[in-house]
């Protein structure tokens, strides 16, 4: 299936190189400058006419973000945010990972302010849904009880965590090794193929340890890449990573992610992606959207469409 976007970049030799006239060259230059410009004007226009949207937020039950639901679609209302996601850290029935996630006796006061959040703020279509690590033994928990009797709106797969060897790294500090990198990737895979996520979240998390972009970290990319798009399932360009403290890489500070060479990458995949705050405070509900539409725009990447979403039913009685 790549076999042509490798063909393609292997013919993307500049005419300069041999016999071609200096003429030549300056307008095959002429040429590579104005569809570069179209493109970007084109993708800039469609994603600029696209609804404004945040399918990516926290609440306090996560314990580490601020405030509830309803103060979110305000703030989402306020900025004229058309279409908003509430996302928590996914409560799990055996209450593993407590310290960054809902307890599982708070879901259903959870879905309650959700549902009462989207009722208090017509203006703005709200959609019930949890940020979820994948954990093969809670496949019928998010397919038959959330997506299934709870009636959420979507699931957001996320690898925070990283099976490897019968237990779970934290993969913010420990995919160091192409052994672990490789281990996320499969594990990333695994997600994609149960067809129960909407979109991934931050897959290109590991540029928060990485510290220079290597042959290792370029497989792992491109095998989280050729799953997205055999599975067509959209990659997450996280606004999150923007306001968190950049990491000093090889080539100077930058954030964490979204990293830079990742989207570079994709740039060669027919992936579609989603631009999200990922915001842990009402003040951030739209913070790095906007940047990262313009970074997909410019590299030619496809923003997904998510409109198949069913906002949460609310009752029409009050
Ligand atoms: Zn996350
Ligand atoms: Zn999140």
Redesign the pocket.
């Known amino acids: 299936m790549y076999g042509k976007v490798e063909q393609d970049r292997s013919s993307y030799q500049s005419p300069s190189h041999g016999q071609a006239s200096e003429e030549s060259s300056c307008r095959f230059e002429v040429d590579c400058y104005l569809h570069w410009f179209f493109r970007k004007l084109l993708y800039t226009a469609l994603n600029l006419a696209l609804k404004l949207a945040n399918y990516?937020s926290?609440t306090f039950r996560c314990q580490h973000a601020a405030e509830d639901v309803l103060s979110y679609v305000q703030a989402a209302r306020d900025a004229g945010m058309e279409i908003f996601g509430a996302?928590d850290?996914a409560a799990l029935p055996d209450n593993r990972w407590p310290e960054v996630r809902m307890r599982f006796d708070e879901l259903d006061a959870y879905i309650e302010a959700v549902q009462n959040a989207a009722q208090a703020v017509p203006q703005v279509q709200v959609l019930l849904g949890m940020?979820c690590e994948y954990i093969p033994e809670f496949h019928h928990y998010y397919a038959d009880d959330l997506l299934g009797t709870r009636q959420f709106s979507y699931l957001i797969g996320?690898g925070h965590y990283t099976p490897y060897h019968g237990e779970w790294i934290n993969s913010f500090v420990e995919l160091r090794t192409a052994t672990h990198l490789r281990a996320y990737a499969q594990h990333l895979e695994e997600m994609m193929r149960t067809g129960l996520f909407a979109f991934i979240?931050h897959p290109d998390l590991f540029g928060a340890v990485q510290m220079s972009w290597t042959e290792e970290v370029a497989a792992c990319s491109r095998d989280i890449l050729a799953a997205a798009v055999d599975t067509g399932t959209p990659l997450e360009i996280n606004g999150?990573g923007l306001r968190k403290v950049p990491v000093s890489g090889a080539e100077g500070p930058r954030p964490p992610y979204p990293w830079r060479p990742f989207w570079d990458l994709a740039a060669e995949y027919p992936v579609q992606v989603v631009c999200n705050s990922?915001c842990h405070h009402p003040r951030d509900v739209v913070a790095g959207i906007r940047e990262n539409q313009e970074l997909a725009a410019s590299l030619g990447l496809a923003l997904a469409d998510l409109s198949h979403l069913q906002p949460i039913a609310v009752n029409a009685h009050g």
Request: proline fraction near 0%; aromatic fraction near 12%; avoid cysteine.
């Open positions: 990516h926290h996302s850290h940020e996320a979240a999150y990922d």
